[in-house]
């Protein structure tokens, strides 16, 4: 059963390849596929993906930014219920959100196609935990498919419409980090303009209610028998013979991995690890001495394949957590005794600097964070840049679960009763609107004594600066309705709402302590822009008059990564340097100096 080395999509437009990561090979796919609609959350490492289908004709794919992303899933459901095709993107934590619809639509099915991309993080480089999507799309009975590469990334993308149609199902197109951000060539082809279908009036498929759902529910699984099937007579699943001595069974990037390492093996490359293509499996171990599977995080496959009664080895080799990379294969494969282990080299002795994470230089969350160190509040923490409060020197984040968690956890000890230090929910804008308005009524609701800080910066900063309905932009950059979180509060009934400047720290002080004191829910929006998104705020830098510095150390609690430490000491203790060209001019330093020695560069005379 020898599969064919390439699965084709279509005849080509470009003779020539383009380098495209695989989050904007995503797109094209979905702009090739013929997509109509696309909705998205921002979430790394998931972000690019909506913001390249953004680039598109507009008359082409609708595509916007969501408050959240089962906001997102139900818009793209909608567009499928209308005929047309339809695609949503997230990062993995973000299918927890999404979650609702997704298990729903799975018995529903779809009209238009209906293809969902969740972009997975092993290593966490940018995320609250490490998630295989995999265990998801098996409970959820949602086929998932799993590119190596950013060509498959739109190939498989536009072959996931076919089979979302083909089998009257949701897709879910997993992809990792590494293929998100990685960039490699691309061939593309042209845009498909698939007719649009009528709206299906069948409240017998439409509607999930429990008469409707038990019906459908055997259809689901008649499904997964057809879509194993499907899996198993498909070029997509790869076998490429070798080595009888050893078979390789791995998806995804680990496949390219794997070559480099063991070019000469067995491999047999799924395309799809649920279903699992078990007829193809199962000749291919029948074929080989030994099976080893390679898969990064949970032993999904391995376990299914062990469950075939194959005796197959994998995570015993292999790590479950973490990033693979051939180094990690070459390691785990000269465990099997299949490979010799890389060399151990001492040529390099290097330490790297130790550069913990934190806030841009006069990032206007520092105020609020130094507040709440003024007042010794306990603060239930949330998603976004400001979680790196956290760490030193700042130290004034206590808790941080998820989205939107912030409120919730801090209605959660009022309601405890044994804290005795004031309790202060933060969350930032985008957040407060993805998922921070919900607890906030159960705030008021519950008639707790809580303070919610909103730290408004006018952006999604942490994920690259992408518009929400609070900026008064859309994903394309065009004039939209601004969301007025004042508004929203008093409408959902707090009445103790303050405004005030996150670099006025004399005042946000005071407010601070005065919310503090409130009886009830007190509302703080902290108001002023990312330094970073959408442009760059520079005003006039500061520098530290070396003569008048007494050492205090008072500016170095801000953590700036502008302020350092100079050569020049005072009664044994460094004094401080500003860097001007990291600078920004907010004036913070200024405002906790005691000895006046932060200046404002000025202008050189002409």
């Not at 979650?99 to 966490?124: E, F, H, K, R, W």
Request: with cysteine.
């Amino acid at each position: 059963m020898n599969k064919p080395e390439a699965v084709q999509i279509s005849d080509r437009t470009d003779n020539q390849p383009h380098p495209l990561t695989g989050n904007e090979a995503i797109a094209r796919g979905a702009w090739e596929a013929g997509v109509k609609v696309a909705a998205a959350y921002p979430g790394t490492p998931s972000t690019e993906i909506l913001e390249s289908l953004g680039t598109y004709d507009a008359a082409d794919v609708n595509a916007e930014w969501c408050t959240n992303e089962k906001v997102s899933v139900d818009v793209a459901i909608g567009a499928s219920f209308q005929g047309v095709r339809a695609f949503a993107a997230m990062k993995h934590v973000g299918l927890n959100v999404a979650a609702d619809p997704v298990m729903s639509q799975t018995y529903v099915g779809v009209n238009g196609g209906l293809v969902i991309a969740v972009c997975d993080d092993p290593g966490i480089h940018s995320s609250q935990n490490e998630q295989d999507t995999r265990l998801f799309c098996r409970l959820a009975n949602v086929p998932v498919l799993e590119p190596a590469d950013a060509q498959e990334a739109l190939d498989f993308t536009r072959l996931a419409y076919d089979i979302s149609e083909e089998f009257d199902t949701p897709v879910i197109l997993r992809a990792t980090t590494r293929l998100s951000h990685t960039r490699s060539p691309v061939f593309t082809g042209p845009r498909e303009t698939p007719e649009d279908k009528p709206f299906i009036d069948d409240p017998g498929k439409n509607v999930v209610l429990p008469a409707v759902a038990r019906v459908r529910h055997p259809f689901v699984v008649e499904r997964e028998r057809k879509l194993q099937e499907y899996f198993d007579n498909s070029p997509l699943t790869r076998w490429e013979k070798g080595d009888t001595h050893v078979g390789i069974i791995t998806n995804g990037t680990s496949y390219p991995y794997v070559k480099e390492v063991m070019p000469n093996a067995s491999i047999l490359k799924l395309a799809s690890s649920y279903p699992l293509a078990k007829k193809t499996v199962q000749a291919f171990c029948d074929s080989v001495e030994r099976v080893l599977i390679v898969e990064e995080l949970e032993p999904f496959i391995e376990t299914e394949v062990l469950a075939m009664g194959i005796p197959a080895e994998g995570k015993v080799f292999f790590p479950r957590c973490g990033e693979f990379s051939p180094e990690v294969i070459r390691a785990g494969l000269a465990k099997a005794g299949l490979v010799e282990a890389a060399a151990e080299t001492h040529e390099w002795n290097i330490n790297p600097i130790v550069r913990p994470p934190v806030l841009c230089a006069g990032c206007p969350h520092t105020g609020g964070y130094m507040s709440l160190r003024a007042i010794d509040a306990r603060v239930t923490g949330d998603i976004g840049c400001y979680t790196l409060a956290a760490v030193e020197p700042l130290r004034a984040i206590d808790t941080n679960v998820c989205m939107g968690a912030s409120i919730g956890n801090a209605v959660g000890m009022a309601k405890a009763g044994t804290e005795t230090k004031p309790i202060v929910a933060t969350i930032g804008d985008s957040t407060f609107l993805h998922s921070g308005i919900p607890p906030l009524i159960d705030a008021v609701y519950s008639n707790v004594d809580i303070t919610v800080l909103i730290l408004d910066n006018k952006i999604t900063a942490m994920t690259g600066g992408q518009d929400h309905p609070g900026t008064g932009k859309n994903l394309r950059g065009e004039d939209a309705h601004q969301v007025n979180y004042e508004e929203i509060c008093r409408a959902v009934g707090v009445t103790w709402i303050r405004k005030v400047d996150s670099y006025d720290l004399g005042g946000l002080y005071q407010v601070m302590r005065e919310a503090a004191a409130y009886k009830g829910v007190s509302v703080v929006i902290s108001n002023r822009p990312c330094v970073l998104d959408p442009v760059k705020i520079k005003g006039p830098a500061l520098r530290v008059e070396a003569k008048d510095c007494v050492a205090c150390q008072a500016c170095m609690n801000l953590g700036c990564p502008a302020i350092t430490w100079s050569d020049e000491m005072y009664d044994g203790h460094h004094k401080v340097k500003i860097d001007e060209v990291a600078c920004i001019g907010c004036t913070l330093c200024a405002q906790v100096c005691p000895s006046d020695c932060v200046q404002p560069v000025l202008p050189v005379s002409q």
